[in-house]
Nanobody, 124 residues
C-alpha cells in the first residue's frame, strides 16, 4: 500500500524558515512534487524533483530562490526547505508522487499518489 506522510508544517513569522518532509512507502517513485492550496484558491504547484525538463528540480516562480526541494533516496523521503517565508505562503502543503518521470511536473493531474497535507501558516 502506497503511503505519503508529510510533516514539518507549523507557524512561522515572515522571513522565517520551515522544512517539510514527505516520507514515502509502498513503492519506488520517480518524480516527486510539492503542491499547496490556500483557502478559496486552487491547488498550486510549488516544486518537484526528478522532473526532467529543468535537469532535476523545477520551481514555481513565486518560490524560486526561497524554497529548495531535495531528496534522500535511502530514506525514500523528500524535503522542502522554505526560507524567507511570506504570509502569502500560507497554505496546506501536499507532497505528491508519480510512478513515471514527469517532464515539467507542474500539473497535479500527472501525479498518482498524494499525502494528507500539512498546514503552513506564516504571520506578518
Amino acid at each position: 500500500q502506497v503511503q505519503l506522510v508529510e510533516s514539518g508544517g507549523g507557524l512561522a513569522q515572515a522571513g522565517g524558515s520551515l522544512r517539510l518532509s514527505c516520507a514515502a512507502s509502498g513503492r519506488a517513485f520517480s518524480t516527486m512534487g510539492w503542491f499547496r492550496q490556500a483557502p478559496g484558491k486552487e491547488r498550486e504547484f510549488v516544486a518537484c524533483i526528478g522532473c526532467v525538463s529543468s535537469g532535476s528540480t523545477n520551481y514555481a516562480d513565486s518560490v524560486k530562490g526561497r524554497f529548495t526541494v531535495s531528496r534522500d533516496n535511502a530514506k525514500n523521503t523528500v524535503y522542502l526547505q522554505m526560507n524567507s517565508l511570506k504570509p502569502e505562503d500560507t497554505a496546506v502543503y501536499h507532497c505528491a508522487a508519480a510512478r513515471l518521470t514527469l517532464w515539467h511536473g507542474t500539473r497535479y493531474t500527472d501525479y498518482d499518489d498524494w499525502g494528507q497535507g500539512t498546514q503552513v501558516t506564516v504571520s506578518s
